[in-house]
Nanobody, 133 residues
């Protein structure tokens, strides 16, 4: 069974940092792109960041550029989202998702493009991030 487990959320003051983890299993990790998404109460789902586990190419939403960093540890089948300089508007449930196969698509950029458009194959449950002002 495919599993994507997000963890690391919590309560932090504005300006603080958190690191989220997405532990994946049940598929060939290094042949997939992993994305982080978030959803705040009363709002639609927003794409935050994506990474290809194949060549580590990345994408960031404008709202998080320069503050968030996505990384992948293929040995641990885990993707991280380091979130710095957090703002109250970052408050949301954060969850990770996977899209692949990169080999079948032919390029990481194709997988990243699907990620940007929320065209993921597998979705995990979320972790709450709350940023106080």
């Amino acid at each position: 069974d495919v599993q994507l487990q997000a963890s690391g959320g919590g309560f932090v003051q504005a300006g603080g940092s958190l690191r989220l983890s997405c532990a994946a299993s049940g598929f060939t990790f290094d042949d997939y792109a992993i994305g982080w998404f978030r959803q705040a109460p009363g709002k639609g789902r927003e794409g935050v960041s994506c990474i290809s586990s194949s060549d580590r190419s990345t994408y960031y939403a404008d709202s998080v550029k320069g503050r968030f960093t996505i990384s992948s540890d293929n040995a641990k089948n885990t993707v991280y989202l380091q979130m710095n300089s957090l703002k109250p508007e970052d408050t949301a449930v954060y969850f990770c998702a996977a899209v692949g196969s990169i080999a079948t698509m032919g390029s990481s950029s194709a997988a990243i493009a699907l990620c940007i458009n929320h065209g993921m194959d597998y979705w995990g449950k979320g972790t709450q991030v709350t940023v106080s002002s």
